[in-house]
């Protein structure tokens, strides 16, 4: 079964930076895109940053600018780096991919799905 895993959300100062990361790991075939999106308290969920299989970006217009999104292809492995953190940054930022997997219990088959990781918390103090 695929996992996504995220890691290094934390709390920081207004100004400050984060790093945060999204590990996929399983029996991965290949990985189409990875995104990163966000979720406030009451408010709806946002596209932070998308990759796609070509190495195309795409920021929301709120982190232009100010994150970069990287992606290791060789072990799987999505990178925010995330400057000039403000009040308005802190959401739960969630990873996404779109993840062709070897079928469990069936090796020559193959299986498409978008997949979710739980979560990382970031929030910044003003």
Known sequence: QVQLVE???GLVQ????LRISCQVSGRIV???HMA?????AGKQRELVAKINSSGQTTYG???KGRFTFSRENADYTGYLQMNSLQP????VYLCNAGVWEVVPDDDQYQRY????????LV???S
């Not at 207004?14 to 930076?17: D, E, L, P, R, T």
């Not at 990163?36 to 406030?40: L, S, V």
């Not at 308005?88 to 959401?91: H, L, Y």
């Open 61 to 63: 217009d709120s982190v």
């Open 30 to 32: 290949s990985i189409s």
């Open 113 to 120: 799905g978008e997949r979710w990781g739980q979560g990382t």
């Open 7 to 9: 890691s290094g959300g």
């Open 36 to 40: 990163w999106y966000r979720q406030a």
């Open 123 to 125: 929030t910044v103090s």
């Open 88 to 91: 308005d940054d802190s959401a």
């Open 14 to 17: 207004a100004g400050g930076s």
